[in-house]
């Protein structure tokens, strides 16, 4: 159903240095970069990442939140990790969410703007 979507960010460089490391372990690589922006994507670019000079706000009322397929459970928890060394927040450890559903497998964090983003498995590990 969806194309594409995009998030605008205060840094590209801090931006860039998060997605790479966190996207890298679900299978995801910087497709498209340029001075003000970076796409995402296995084959296409499907998460554009856009210098803003006004990101959203971290506003958990928002509800806005992003969530990337992966491949596995082990994927998710380098995911995790990766993002918490390239200047992300926790938002979720991986796990194991039975209250999402039979299999679900996530962790979440906050990107260096606030972005909340997930990384999901319906395998169970």
């Known amino acids: 159903m969806l194309n594409h979507i995009s998030i605008g960010v205060s840094s590209i460089a801090?931006?860039?240095?998060?997605y790479d490391a966190t996207l890298k372990p679900l299978g995801y690589r910087c497709l498209s970069e340029d001075a003000?922006?970076?796409?995402?994507?296995s084959e296409r670019v499907v998460f554009w990442v856009l210098k803003s000079d006004k990101p959203v706000p971290d506003d958990a009322a928002s509800g806005l939140h992003v969530c990337f397929?992966?491949?596995?459970?082990?994927?998710?928890?380098?995911f995790?990790?990766?993002?918490?060394?390239?200047g992300g927040r926790d938002h979720g450890k991986p796990g194991p969410r039975?209250?999402?559903?039979?299999?679900?497998?996530?962790?979440?964090?906050?990107?260096?703007d606030g972005y909340r983003i997930e990384a999901y498995c319906g395998k169970a590990p």
Do not use: C, E, N, V
């Open 69 to 78: 397929d992966a491949p596995t459970t082990a994927s998710i928890d380098r």
């Open 98 to 112: 039975p209250d999402y559903g039979p299999g679900y497998y996530a962790a979440f964090l906050k990107d260096p």
């Open 80 to 86: 995790h990790a990766a993002g918490l060394r390239q």
């Open 14 to 18: 801090a931006a860039k240095a998060f």
């Open 36 to 41: 003000a922006s970076l796409g995402y994507g």
